[in-house]
């Protein structure tokens, strides 16, 4: 069940749209089991999970990684890289060349 769809979620590239009906397609639930099954064992919303994924793979991609910035908004979704640069910044304060070059300096 929910193991399953966590485990599928986390193969879903970060730039590729999925929703909860096919996340608890994948779980074996109806969406409404799925979406309380999400809350009693995450403590997460389904998409409080995919924004922490997507979180976790900008983070490792700007530290591990030698994508450039647009590259990076690319792998995770987004079309237009202004928007990755003010979604990040909305989550830091800073934008990701300068989150990259701070964090590379330590």
């Known amino acids: 069940g929910m193991l399953r769809a ?3 979620l986390e193969n879903v590239p970060t730039d590729h749209r999925v929703n909860e009906s096919e996340a608890a397609h994948v ?17 997460q ?6 924004e922490q ?20 908004a690319i792998d995770l979704g ?4 202004s928007n990755f640069i003010r979604w990040f910044r ?9 989150f990259r070059r701070d964090h590379l300096l330590q």
């Open 90 to 98: 909305k989550n830091h304060r800073q934008t990701p060349a300068e």
């Open 27 to 43: 779980a074996g639930m109806s969406v409404s089991q799925f979406k309380r099954k999400m809350q009693q064992e995450l403590g």
């Open 78 to 81: 987004f079309r237009v890289p």
């Open 53 to 72: 994924m997507r979180e976790e793979a900008c983070l490792s991609a700007l530290l591990n990684g030698s994508k450039s910035i647009k590259e990076i």
């Open 6 to 8: 966590l485990e599928w």
């Open 45 to 50: 919303t389904f998409h409080e999970r995919r």
